[in-house]
């Protein structure tokens, strides 16, 4: 499953345009939905991208497979998929602190987004200040 750039943006743009006229008709109290409902573009974006992920990385087990710069390549779709994951784990919490079905701090709501972008930010760093030991 290969899709182009053009393809990915739009994608993207739909997804996006979709759950910000959910969530401005929410906040405008013009529809009285589900939280959880509001967030479902987000949830299947996410769906689509780490299905995508999954087969890319089942990719590597084909036995003819070539194995240069794979390491890297697997570490880096590793953290995308954490990435995936550590951001549904915050739409999941915010959804239900929103729709009052546990009763957490929004500290520990934001937990799994604070990983996230301590996470994206090693990852900066070690994009930009990595250099390479021949």
């Known amino acids: 499953m290969k899709m182009s750039l053009a393809q990915r943006v739009l994608l993207s743009w739909i997804f996006s ?64 998929l954490t990435a ?13 602190r929103l729709e009052r079905l546990t009763d957490m701090w929004v500290s520990v709501v934001c937990v799994p987004l604070w990983v996230l972008l301590g996470g994206a930010l090693v990852e900066l760093g070690h994009s930009v200040f990595h250099y390479r030991r021949d």
């Open 17 to 80: 345009l979709i759950f910000l006229v959910m969530l401005v008709l929410k906040l405008d109290s013009k529809i009285h939905w589900n939280w959880f409902l509001i967030f479902l573009p987000v949830w299947t974006f996410d769906t689509i991208l780490i299905f995508m992920l999954v087969v890319k990385m089942a990719g590597r087990c084909k036995p003819d497979f070539d194995a240069r710069d794979g390491e890297q390549s697997l570490k880096r779709r590793l953290w995308y």
């Open 84 to 96: 995936l994951l550590l951001k549904l784990a915050f739409c999941l919490t915010l959804c239900s």
